[in-house]
């Protein structure tokens, strides 16, 4: 793999020379790999092979990804901000010019400039932290509030329609292929004295009420990055940046954010909101 890896890194424009390479982070998505290099600009990258099962049409994830941080690096300049390259995500084009590279087999490749000197956490454990995760999302919805036309691409289809996943519940209730209906009545019932509550935010949008606004859509905490003091720093994993409403990435952060234990974690015991973050 690791040769597979060197040659597929030597296909981006970076001046440098693949050093060492292993796998990092803790996203389920895609595989990302951690690129340290040699040469005359010496930066580390985060090469990642994209999961064309999720997203099947890369063009328009990259091309997303490309309006989305070149507005935002163009707004930063113009306030004067000097590390852009920590602030925003970094796409490496391919050295002819491409926004990812695909393989003879079909597999697809990005890179991003390594963001130095920051902090990830996959659990929240201060009402410090909470802020300045609910801080970097704002900021970053906000630098987008003036995206010019046309729309960004929908990368994931009715990713956060509650009225989609509400139909395609009732019909595996419906068709019960797991054989659990009749043990998980008290969870099916839950959903159904709740369902038309959870339809309020679609509904309001539709009316108008609410304003249609470009939002992540992937909002738990270890998507926002922090620096060494704790202080918001930069948004990334930005695959599911599309239209949407703000209340999607505040429920989607209050998962993660106000939640006691990882988002995989198995022990149920464990798991609770903490209301003071």
């Known amino acids: ?17 693949l050093l060492e390479c292993g796998r990092y ?5 895609h595989e990302t790999y951690k690129i340290e290099t040699e040469g005359s600009e010496n930066f580390n990258y985060i090469l990642q092979k994209l999961n064309r099962n999720i997203f099947r049409d890369i063009p328009s994830l990259q091309s997303n990804i490309e309006r989305v941080t070149s ?20 796409l490496i084009k391919t050295c002819e010019g491409h926004l990812w590279y695909k393989e003879e087999n079909g597999d697809c ?58 139909e395609t519940f009732w019909q595996t209730v419906t068709n019960d292929p797991a054989g659990r209906v009749e043990t998980a009545k008290n969870e099916i019932n839950f959903v159904k004295d709740r369902e038309e ?7 309001l949008g539709s ?30 994993d930005l695959d599911t940046v599309m239209p949407g409403y703000v209340h999607y990435d505040f429920g989607d952060a209050i998962r993660t954010a106000a939640n006691s ?12 909101m903490d209301i003071e973050l």
């Open 1 to 17: 793999m690791e040769n597979n890896l060197e040659l597929i890194f030597s296909q981006f424009n970076t001046g440098c020379h």
């Open 25 to 29: 982070g803790s996203g389920h998505i």
């Open 71 to 90: 507005h935002i690096r163009n707004k930063l300049s113009k306030t004067g901000v000097s590390d852009i390259d920590r602030r925003t995500l970094s």
């Open 109 to 166: 490749w990005r890179m991003y400039k390594f963001i130095s000197d920051h902090r990830s956490y996959d659990i929240v454990d201060t009402p410090g932290k909470a802020y300045q995760g609910g801080r970097g999302i704002g900021r970053f919805q906000a630098q987008l509030a003036d995206l010019p036309l046309p729309q960004l691409n929908e990368t994931i289809p009715f990713f956060h329609d509650i009225e989609n996943r509400l």
């Open 197 to 203: 509550v959870m339809k309020t935010i679609k509904s």
């Open 207 to 236: 009316q108008g009420v609410i304003p249609l606004r470009i939002t992540h859509n992937d909002t738990k905490f270890n998507n926002i990055l922090l620096d060494s003091d704790d202080n918001a720093l930069c948004v990334i």
């Open 261 to 272: 234990a990882a988002e995989d974690e198995t022990d149920l015991g464990l798991v609770y």
